[in-house]
């Protein structure tokens, strides 16, 4: 099995066209990755607050008045039926009956790995963002040097 390595590239070889299309491209690829990290840092902090609401909810005792999502923005009101077992999301519209110290460690668990992928994508972020600062800092001289060669051309 053959590992791919990333191919470097002269970027100064390259002509300003090219270096345009790479910056772009490299432009949308943060647009997508930020976005990806948003969305990450969204879950982990819904995966913190679920298991903050298991310890505390079940402290009220049985009969206690909750609110129940139904949507992220619809809560109905309820009452809490039992603090032996909760309900956990494990994903994909699935449930598992779980003890409220073991939803408690699902949830930690997945608060803790949450944060090991976004600390290696925001890695990738930062790798990105000084990829594309270089690409910049071609392209500028590139199109510097071609207007200076296009204006001591054109007097004569």
Do not use: W
């Not at 299309?21 to 969305?39: C, D, I, M, R, Y």
């Not at 009452?79 to 994909?92: H, P, Q, Y």
């Not at 590139?142 to 207007?147: G, L, N, T």
């Amino acid at each position: 099995m053959t590992s791919q390595q990333p191919q470097q590239i002269d970027l100064s070889s390259l002509p300003i066209p090219q270096l345009n299309s790479v910056k772009n491209q490299l432009t949308q690829e943060l647009q997508h990755l930020t976005g990806s990290f948003s969305a990450l840092k969204q879950a982990e902090a819904k995966f913190r607050d679920c298991g903050r609401s298991v310890g505390e909810g079940v402290r009220g005792g049985e009969g206690t008045p909750i609110l129940v999502p139904l949507t992220p923005s619809l809560y109905v009101p309820g009452k809490l039926a039992s603090t032996e077992t909760v309900l956990v999301d494990i994903g994909t519209g699935f449930y598992v009956e779980k003890t409220p110290p073991a939803a408690q460690d699902f949830y930690k668990r997945k608060v803790e790995e949450l944060g090991k992928n976004l600390v290696d994508l925001e890695k990738i972020v930062q790798g990105k963002q000084g990829n594309l600062t270089v690409v910049e800092d071609v392209l500028r001289q590139k199109v510097i040097a071609e207007s200076a060669k296009g204006g001591g051309d054109g007097g004569t």
